[in-house]
Structures are given as C-alpha cells and as structure tokens.
C-alpha cells in the first residue's frame, strides 16, 4: 500500500474510531455535561486527524481552526447526530416506559 492509500484509510477509520472511543468513555453515572465533553474532545480529536492527513493544515492558524471546525461539523452532522438520536430515542423511551411501569404501582 502507498501513503495515499494509508491516509485515505486512517481518514476513513477516523470517524468510526472516535465514535467508538466517545461511546466507550461515556458512563452512565456521569453528568450528561461530562458525557457532551468526552463526546466533543473525541469528535474535534478526529476532526484535527483527519484535517492533518487529508493535509488541510497550513500552518496558518485562523485557516487551521476553520478547517478543523468544518472537519469537526461534517463529523456531528453526518456521523454523530444520527446514531446518537436512535440511542437516545432508544434509551429514553425505554427509561420512561421502566419510569411509567414502575409508577404505575402502589
């Protein structure tokens, strides 16, 4: 495999990685502040990766942080935000419908 080949994979894995990390970390005894922390530190992490191997980075601060600030958006949007919202709807309303089972009772 060339370079090009090696980075174009680490640029692919990047995303699946963080989120795998992200989810990882989180607890469910953490303050959901805690859980957004480690859900954003594990998205900007991969959002400078990939900005670096995609070779983004110009040494140019102000064009450094865009970059990586798009890189991180492109990230939430098209891989966090949808998983994220199924495991959410998916817990909460398995919380809830634990929460309303157990109400119910005397």
């Known amino acids: 495999m060339n370079e090009k080949t090696i980075a174009e994979a680490i640029i692919l894995i990047l995303p699946v ?4 990390v992200s989810y990882a970390l989180q607890q469910a005894h953490f303050t ?3 859980n957004s922390i480690i859900s ?11 900005s670096l191997f995609q ?12 970059a990586v600030l798009v890189a ?5 949007v098209e891989t ?6 199924y495991l959410r709807t998916n817990f909460l309303n398995t919380k809830k419908e ?3 089972a157990t109400s119910s009772h005397p």
Not at 72 to 76: E, I, S
């Open 40 to 50: 954003i530190a594990t998205i900007l992490l991969a959002a400078i990766a990939s």
């Open 72 to 76: 991180a958006t492109t990230l939430q």
């Open 17 to 20: 990685l963080a989120f795998l």
């Open 55 to 66: 070779g983004k980075l110009t040494g140019n601060t102000l064009t450094d942080v865009g």
């Open 98 to 100: 634990t929460q309303d």
């Open 80 to 85: 966090f935000a949808p998983l994220q919202e």
């Open 32 to 34: 959901p502040n805690t």
